[in-house]
């Protein structure tokens, strides 16, 4: 069965803390995204992968930056943490080819005080 | 105007009940899917439609193209069905990208 398994469900950070949030899939998927869900505006990607080293902005990557040195892990940086970042954060992954179902993770529930 | 709105925000029925959600969408797509989150936050893809209809148990979605309409049904509803559930598309000119609507909020009550 298809896992992606991000690396806390909960985390509390500090204003201007670097935060790294990981992701692992175990599908061999070649794309992953990150999400961000916030009340009233539904999921908004912040940066998606379709490939080892291979990145593309999101609608939201502003104080965002990520990484994919193998295919199976995919991690979403906050370079300097701000309140304005506490949310659901959420990774994805699914095949190429335009018409494949996305598969998510539990998520994580990030707080920055 | 998001490109994806859904109704109702929230859904409130009893036990048994039929429901309904809907999805519309403005722009040309390749797929849509229907999700679910339940609280605690996990999503889980129920469906994905280019055309027609599918079923899954007591669930049912049917994809309108030329309206750029979807509905979501749920027969016989039970409490464990209560959940946000959250139209995605896939618009054609978006590579691999989905746009989200915001979700619909159902409880279902016993």
């Known amino acids: 069965d298809v896992k992606v398994t991000q690396s806390s469900r909960y985390l509390v950070k500090r204003t201007g803390e670097k935060v790294f949030l990981e992701c692992v899939q175990d599908?061999?998927?070649?794309?992953m995204f990150w999400y961000r869900q916030d009340p009233g505006l539904g999921l908004r990607l912040i940066y998606f992968?379709?490939?080892?080293?291979?990145?593309e902005k999101g609608d939201i990557p502003e104080g965002y930056s990520v990484s994919r040195e193998k295919k199976e892990r995919f991690s979403l940086i906050l370079e300097s943490a701000s309140t304005n970042q506490t949310s659901m954060y959420l990774c994805?992954?699914?095949?190429?080819?335009?018409?494949?179902?996305?598969?998510f993770g539990d998520g994580t529930r990030l707080s920055i005080l | 105007k998001n490109e994806v709105e859904q109704s109702p925000q929230n859904l409130t029925a009893q036990e048994g009940e039929f429901i309904t959600i809907n999805c519309s969408y403005s722009?040309?797509?390749?797929?849509l899917h229907w999700l679910q989150q339940h609280p605690g936050g996990g999503i889980v893809s129920l469906f994905m439609?280019?055309?027609g209809k599918k079923k899954h148990g007591r669930l049912i979605a049917t994809i309108n193209i030329q309206e750029k309409h979807s509905s979501l049904h749920i027969t016989a509803s039970h409490p464990r069905d209560s959940a946000v559930y959250i139209c995605?598309?896939?618009?054609?000119?978006?590579?691999?990208?989905?746009?989200f609507g915001t979700g619909t909020r159902l409880t279902i009550i016993p």
């Open positions: 722009v040309g797509i390749s797929a």
């Open positions: 995605a598309v896939r618009p054609n000119f978006g590579n691999e990208k989905l746009t």
């Open positions: 992968s379709y490939d080892v080293k291979m990145k």
């Open positions: 439609l280019s055309s």
């Open positions: 994805a992954s699914s095949l190429a080819g335009g018409r494949q179902p996305q598969h």
């Open positions: 599908m061999d998927h070649e794309n």
